[in-house]
């Protein structure tokens, strides 16, 4: 239990090893079913309400027990441990828009919390193999987010306008540089990654350096929701208009 739960383990995690695979292909999986079933989830009240609380227990009972884990192993910190990075940020806006149903809620997490959560499951900044507590809770976290987030559109797929792809991303703005300016100098803290890159080898790191950086991480937001609503308004609001 203290090697499962503790800080350290000899099981390093291998990107494309067979656990990364299997529980990326089990977060796909989870996409695929519920676009597969939206018609059902969408008509289907009760189906529709067990699982929206069922993937509201699952964040909140992640989060909460990452932040048990950081406490009752002596290593929490304000500046690494608040969920503050965007993919914590997407999870505490899914927990409010499943709670909630709040259009605002629904359309952040949509925008924030299907790409960034799927592309920190490709690449993730973890160290630990499946033998330990952290690639559970990690790897349960960014699956239900991106889940959570399609479940919440369902039921008015018509909220996710080009409207809102601009004020999620002028949200998104004012939020990086209010972390960017003023909480990690303040903190020395590095979410979001605007201090430096990740440890890790991701996608972050051919974004290129100083201004760069931040252009091309705006860039690539922007043309990221833009191509969400794009997808969504193809595929799912106008195959939904010419359904009986």
């Known amino acids: 239990m203290d090697s499962w739960f503790g800080i350290t383990s000899e099981q390093y995690f291998v990107p494309f090893s067979t656990s990364h695979i299997i529980v990326l292909s089990v977060a796909l999986l989870g996409i ?6 939206r018609e059902r989830l969408r008509k289907a009240t009760r189906s529709f309400q067990i699982l929206r609380w069922v993937l509201f227990s699952v964040l909140v009972l992640c989060e909460v ?17 608040m969920p503050l990075h965007l993919c914590g940020v997407a999870s505490i806006t899914a927990m409010i ?28 900044d973890m160290p630990f193999d499946y033998h ?38 002028g949200l998104l703005v004012a939020y990086a540089v209010a ?12 979410y979001l990654y605007l201090s430096q890159l990740p440890t890790a080898d991701t996608l972050l790191s051919f974004f290129g350096d100083g201004i760069w950086y931040y252009l091309n991480l705006g860039i690539t937001a922007l ?8 997808l969504w308004n193809q595929f799912v609001i106008k195959k939904q208009k010419r359904l009986p």
């Not at 695929?32 to 079933?37: C, E, N, P, S, V």
């Not at 884990?69 to 929490?76: A, E, F, G, R, V």
């Not at 790897?139 to 792809?165: D, E, Q």
């Not at 043309?223 to 794009?230: C, D, H, K, S, W």
């Open 132 to 169: 330990h507590y952290r690639f559970w809770v990690f790897f349960i976290l960014h699956m239900t987010i991106p889940w959570a987030s399609l479940l919440l559109v369902l039921p008015k797929p018509g909220i996710i306008s080009l409207r809102s792809v601009f004020k999620v991303f």
């Open 65 to 81: 027990s990452y932040q048990y884990w950081t406490i009752s192993n002596d290593i929490w910190y304000f500046a690494g441990h």
């Open 32 to 37: 695929i079913l519920i676009l597969l079933f």
């Open 223 to 230: 043309l990221l929701f833009l191509l969400q609503y794009f």
């Open 97 to 124: 828009g499943l709670l909630t149903l709040r259009k605002s809620w629904i359309q952040i997490s949509f925008f924030i919390g299907i790409v960034p959560s799927f592309l920190a499951l490709v690449t993730p």
């Open 179 to 190: 972390i960017g300016f003023v909480l990690n100098p303040l903190t020395g803290s590095n």
